[in-house]
């Protein structure tokens, strides 16, 4: 592959990975803020209860004061008749005394046409005392029901509050007039404005009149209707506020009343968890506005253990497919070389039948020359007795003539004999026969082959064989190599004056050890290596071909058996080594 090529695969690698990683930490950010932010949402109603309890422990804290202070005979006594500039004044200071000591904003009666006669502010410049408040709700409410309650913008002080009353009765039930206290709360805003998060207050149609942080209220958090409008001028409720509509977005929802809203607030627009609990008490709805919070720290841990866990998964993956690839290029080499061994051993297989096949061609070839010598002097000496028994016949002398037979006889059997090994050499024997023989009948055959040159070299010949010596093998290939080594020998031996040749065999074990040990003064040491090799031979040209320990070797190691050569005193030993033979 070429090299640039590689290089822009690896850079894609690489690329692909850290996107990889880079969308790996973008999800897990994301997953931890999504956390965070559910887990913020669920903070909210707990919250949000803990601030409307603060303010209707609040509102609580007031309410059966009017209805107290109703019952006050003085009051009743003074509703009862027109009132006089000193009865008004006694009541004035009685209010501002009670007002003080329950720490509420404002006390006021009102007679039954709603004019305040008594006010605790009566010596302030805001104060109610003539001022008619019959247009209030709150008024018609205590007129009708007894009590009644209502947040409104002061008309005369212009400061927001909460109004609670309660009916002022004579004995005989008959209204006389209201008892009136006023809350304000800028207390509760003072305290609740210390957090970071944003309270509202907003009555029945959606108005916020109380507000922890500027700007939020009077804002609409729906539109109002027409009916709504002229309602509200005509309670004077919100007095001259300019009630403007907040736009919201509702982005997502996590149940009733929690939600992440996209708010155009007094400081432009801006996401808030904003949850929400209505108030029944008041017909109120408290909120509870959070910016929701960038856990900064959080997110990036989560971002970096994902890209941790992305790149520890690539390399894995890596890992494993690096080492898939090393086992497939195992394998493959390993079945290559399997395949190749096998043809090379085919091959070799192959050479050496053919080696064995012309060594034998070989053998064949000396064996024929020996023969055909070893046949012409017999034949040559079986004429001359021929033609003596002739003239003994001739003659008449029978008796000499049968004796002249026997050595006749004789020959003629050892020819018999010649021909029959020559018969059974030449002929190419099956690589896989495995007979069972004896090793020692093999040595008396291969001795009795050569018997005309040991005789003729005047061998000193002495055997030491077990009989029988089961082996498995081909017999004529056994012969051959037996052959191969004593005619070695007699080679070896041939210009010594001592020419000692000993052939064993024993057992050793489960192997049996046939030794061939002559004295024709051993092989080179530097020749000791290659004399198994093929077409290595020392032997003058015409005399030796180089095959036959070469061919020797093979046959023995392809039944199993094994062909050493050493020096020992005088000569050469070669010890051929092989199994025993089991009886089946
Ligand atoms: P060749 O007999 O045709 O030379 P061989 O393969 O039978 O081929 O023998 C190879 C060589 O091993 C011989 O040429 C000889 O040098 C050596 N050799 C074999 N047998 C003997 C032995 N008994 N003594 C000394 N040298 C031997």
């Avoid at 009644?148 to 009353?165: D, E, K, M, N």
């Avoid at 055959?445 to 010949?461: H, Y």
Wanted: overall charge neutral.
């Amino acid at each position: 592959m070429p090299v640039t090529s590689r290089a822009l695969r690896l850079a894609l690698y690489c690329v692909l990975i850290l996107a990889g990683a880079a969308v790996a930490g973008g999800w897990a950010m994301r997953q931890a803020q999504e956390h965070a932010l559910e887990e913020s949402a669920r903070r909210g109603p707990e919250q949000l209860s803990l601030y409307a309890n603060s303010l209707h422990t609040l509102i609580e804290r007031y309410r059966a004061l009017p209805a107290v202070l109703a019952l006050d005979p003085e009051l009743v006594a003074a509703l009862s008749k027109p009132m006089t500039a000193q009865v008004q004044a006694a009541l004035n200071q009685k209010l501002e005394r009670i007002n003080g000591a329950a720490q509420s904003s404002t006390l006021e009666l009102l007679d039954s046409t709603g004019l305040a006669v008594a006010a605790s502010n009566w010596n302030t410049s805001n104060s109610y005392v003539g001022h008619n408040y019959g247009f209030r709700p709150y008024f018609s409410q205590t007129r009708s029901k007894g009590a009644g309650s209502f947040y409104a913008v002061g008309v005369t002080s212009g400061i927001p509050g909460y109004f609670l009353s309660s009916a002022v009765l004579d004995a005989n039930g008959q209204f006389l007039g209201a008892m009136v206290v006023k809350l304000e709360f800028p207390q509760l805003e003072r305290e609740w404005s210390q957090g970071n998060d944003t309270l509202l207050v907003s009555d029945a149609r959606g108005i916020v009149f109380i507000a922890n942080q500027p700007g939020w209220r009077y804002r609409l958090l729906r539109p109002l209707s027409d009916s709504d409008r002229s309602e509200i001028a005509t309670t004077r409720q919100y007095h001259n506020q300019p009630l403007t509509l907040m736009k919201t977005h509702t982005l997502r929802s996590f149940g009733e009343n929690s939600y992440l809203t996209r708010v155009e607030g007094p400081n432009g627009p801006a996401d808030y968890l904003w949850d929400s609990l209505p108030l029944s008490a008041e017909g109120w709805t408290l909120h509870l506005l959070r910016r929701p919070m960038a856990a900064a720290e959080d997110s990036r841990n989560a971002a970096l253990a994902a890209i941790g866990l992305w790149l520890t998964g690539v390399f894995l993956g890596l890992f494993l497919l690096q080492r898939w690839r090393l086992a497939r290029l195992r394998q493959r080499n390993r079945e290559e070389l399997e395949q190749l061994v096998e043809a090379r051993t085919r091959d070799l297989r192959t050479a050496q039948d053919g080696l064995v096949q012309s060594a034998k061609l070989a053998a064949l070839g000396q064996m024929s020359a020996a023969l055909a010598h070893e046949i012409n002097q017999p034949l040559t000496a079986q004429r001359m007795q021929l033609a003596t028994m002739r003239l003994l016949l001739d003659h008449g002398r029978i008796d000499d003539a049968y004796k002249a037979l026997v050595p006749l006889e004789q020959m003629l059997t050892r020819m018999a004999a010649l021909t029959g090994h020559l018969k059974t050499y030449a002929r190419q024997s099956p690589g896989g026969l495995r007979e069972r023989l004896d090793l020692a009948s093999v040595v008396d055959q291969a001795l009795q082959l050569l018997e005309p040159r040991l005789q003729g070299e005047a061998i000193e010949l002495s055997t030491k064989l077990v009989r029988p010596a089961w082996v498995r093998g081909d017999a004529i290939r056994l012969e051959q190599v037996l052959i191969n080594l004593l005619r070695n020998a007699l080679d070896a031996m041939q210009d010594k004056s001592r020419k000692r040749l000993e052939i064993r065999i024993e057992a050793n074990q489960q192997l049996w050890h046939l030794t061939v040990s002559d004295s024709g003064g051993g092989i080179g040491e530097e020749h000791l290596g290659k004399i198994f090799d093929p077409f290595f031979t020392t032997k003058p040209v015409g005399d030796g071909l180089g095959l036959g320990l070469a061919v020797s070797y093979a046959i023995v190691h392809e039944i199993g058996g094994r062909l050493t050569a050493c020096n020992q005193a005088d000569g050469a030993q070669f010890t051929l080594t092989l199994p025993v033979a089991q009886e089946f």
